[in-house]
């Protein structure tokens, strides 16, 4: 308790922590508030790149929640960011939806399915053959190769659904070729976000739902880890995970960190 009462800045997970769909989940606003107040910054961090930056701040702004843009950062928005300042690639095949697509022109990569620097893989829920059968032969070639995340699943109001894995997968199965992944847990991600609040990952913590993602992205990179069991996490799946990764606390949900901290005064 001791480390998170001690950090200023926050990486608030979206799905399965803030909200499910379109539901805010208990405490959202209130813990917000309290950030506020208290003058800590925070960053909306999610590895659904199914979805715009600003598609993102739509919902935030309809749940109640106004937000500038770079408060949000999806693992399509770091992979762009790592393309663009790692490497020297400036076009790309890509396998997104519109919404990663639109969020790829904008930041001035050029989509290109004949002669693309690399390919770049988001979770798509517009995937199709015609996509499968271009990425394999543009992987096998040889292009350097992205996914903006690793998931399984997704957490929704129906329950879970396939992510981006189950794409990685088919094209592993076509070419024996494995992307490099940006999003959550490596730490590429970390970097995005703490360059966009000016802070350290020792008074940072991350507050999220999953532990291959979220909890392994703390331990890697030494944030506070603190798990919500109000998404993906089960209690079986917590009691399995390797004692030395487990979280520091584990919270019902956003609303008990809330009381956490409002509590330690």
Not at 96 to 124: K, N, S, W
Request: glycine letters at 8%; aromatic letters at 6%; charged letters at 25%.
């Amino acid at each position: 308790m001791a480390r998170l009462l001690a950090c200023t800045s926050f990486l608030i997970d979206l799905d399965g922590t803030l909200y499910l769909d379109e539901e805010l989940l208990p405490g959202a606003l209130e813990l917000l508030a309290l950030l506020d107040e208290r003058d800590h910054g925070y960053v909306f961090l999610t590895n659904n790149s199914s979805h715009s930056g600003h598609a993102y701040r739509e919902r935030l702004a309809r749940l109640g929640i106004e937000v500038a843009r770079d408060r949000i950062l999806t693992s399509g928005d770091a992979t762009i960011d790592f393309v663009l300042n790692k490497t020297r690639h400036r076009s790309c095949y890509l396998v997104g939806t519109p919404g990663l697509e639109a969020d790829v022109r904008e930041a001035g990569l050029e989509l290109d399915a004949d002669a693309p620097d690399c390919v770049i893989v988001g979770y798509d829920t517009t995937f199709d053959y015609a996509k499968l059968e271009v990425a394999c032969r543009l992987v096998a070639r040889g292009l350097p190769y992205y996914a903006t995340h690793p998931d399984k699943t997704c957490i929704t109001s129906r329950g879970l659904v396939p992510d981006i894995a189950a794409i990685i997968a088919a094209i592993e199965a076509v070419v024996g070729k494995l992307p490099k992944i940006i999003g959550k847990p490596q730490p590429e991600m970390v970097e995005a976000a703490l360059r966009r609040l000016g802070s350290e990952a020792e008074t940072t913590a991350i507050l999220g739902d999953q532990l291959d993602t979220d909890m392994t992205m703390a331990h890697w990179s030494g944030l506070c880890a603190v798990l919500m069991m109000s998404g993906e996490t089960t209690p079986e799946k917590l009691a399995a995970w390797p004692q030395d990764q487990r979280p520091a606390l584990v919270a019902t949900d956003i609303g008990q960190v809330h009381q956490w901290l409002v509590h330690a005064d």
